[in-house]
């Protein structure tokens, strides 16, 4: 089953001719610290792409210089698989299950078709190493040697993981917090000895340019501010987005701080929902989330499944398959004058982002401070108990 969804992908990304445009983008950030060229000063493929990572990023890119792109392409689309794979076993350590090989090979041939896993393969993105990265830390034991070093790391990658510094911090693990802080200040300073002029360019000028990312308002941005731009037909919404992005992040963290069970001894599994909820609202309130940085709903999926609420997992994953964003009009700038009823469409990963965050509200009002574990109702084995069930599948977008 695995072979056939990967063999299926390879030949469509062949029939689509798949530039994994960002794949190019590091390349190039590569290409630039071996040259010493200006890396925040070239744009690449035909959509003109900059680079917007920190130095450090592209510091680590500098080995996929050394690679000829067709291979270079390959050699990602098998590790991206890989990865993949890896962060599914994450996910069911997250929900308190484990993952037999079978069924983790079958998991992940129905995950590929995720829209948000199928656009990091198909960019050559780098989405699933960094979600890899901070799971892997936060589901290991408490006390765990060195943990905090690799979210850290992750942070310094591509910034939007330092949020869960400050779940650490709010959830009284000091320690943990303390140590991605460092790791984070860490990778900062290696981009600012190696690189110092780039340093200084992206951390007082290049990193408050939202818009060399993209345009905010394009169907591609599933953040608030990508809703919110494209409710009120702005391209530049300000104080529409700003305001409710503020509270979001309040509200969000605050709730993921409240299912974190204090009282009891912490292990990923009762921390899932305090992990999911940080990275939901760090989605949400980040000015541009594009489609594909929304893996998260990997271990969402799975946690959903773990606790047999089947038929959320099946809407859920329904709504990261269907695709509906790239149905509506959205060419040019039609993404800013769409009518009210392909809203919905148009933005449904914000819109159910939202909509988890209001049902953990719901469920810590009723149970007074934690989230309900809901088990099946039905007694399996324990073996059958620990295992976690694929996501559904989907077909893929044309």
């Not at 039609?334 to 939202?354: K, R």
Request: aromatic share 10%; glycine share 6%.
């Amino acid at each position: 089953m695995l072979t056939a969804s990967l063999c299926s992908f390879a030949a469509l990304c062949i029939l689509l001719r798949a530039p994994m445009a960002d794949l190019l983008v590091y390349r190039a950030e590569g290409e630039a610290v071996v040259h010493g060229g200006d890396l925040y000063g070239f744009t690449v493929t035909e959509w003109r792409l900059p680079a917007t990572y920190p130095p450090f990023a592209a510091v680590l890119f500098v080995p996929t210089t050394w690679i000829p792109v067709p291979a270079l392409k390959a050699v990602f689309l098998a590790g991206n698989a890989l990865l993949l794979a890896w962060l599914i076993a994450l996910s069911a350590r997250l929900a308190g299950r484990t993952a037999p090989l079978p069924l983790l090979c079958a998991a992940t041939a129905l995950a590929l078709w995720l829209e948000p896993v199928f656009q990091t393969l198909l960019f050559g993105q780098v989405n699933l190493a960094i979600t890899g990265l901070v799971l892997w830390d936060l589901t290991r034991p408490p006390g765990a040697r060195a943990k905090g070093l690799a979210l850290g790391i992750a942070a310094g990658v591509k910034l939007t993981p330092a949020i869960f510094i400050a779940y650490l911090f709010l959830t009284a693990r000091r320690k943990e917090a303390a140590t991605a802080t460092a790791s984070f200040a860490g990778t900062a300073l290696l981009g600012a000895l190696l690189l110092p002029a780039a340093t200084a360019d992206f951390w007082t000028r290049r990193l408050f340019e939202t818009g060399r990312v993209g345009k905010a308002w394009i169907i591609d941005n599933q953040s608030l501010q990508g809703l919110a731009a494209r409710v009120t037909g702005t391209a530049a919404p300000g104080l529409v987005w700003a305001l409710p992005a503020a509270a979001t992040a309040v509200t969000g963290l605050w709730l993921a701080t409240r299912t974190c069970r204090a009282r009891a001894p912490r292990t990923p599994r009762s921390d899932r929902w305090g992990i999911l909820l940080t990275a939901f609202t760090a989605l949400l309130v980040c000015p541009i989330s594009w489609s594909h940085h929304w893996v998260w709903c990997v271990p969402l999926l799975a946690v959903l499944l773990a606790e047999g609420r089947t038929l959320l997992a099946a809407a859920a994953a329904l709504v990261f398959t269907a695709r509906t964003m790239w149905l509506v009009p959205h060419q040019g700038d039609l993404d800013l004058h769409l009518p009210w009823w392909q809203q919905t469409w148009a933005s449904p990963y914000p819109l159910l982002g939202l909509a988890l965050l209001a049902c953990a509200a719901l469920a810590l009002r009723r149970r007074g401070g934690t989230l309900p574990e809901r088990r099946s109702g039905t007694a399996l084995p324990e073996a059958s108990r620990r295992t976690l069930s694929p996501p559904p599948a989907a077909r893929p977008r044309p």
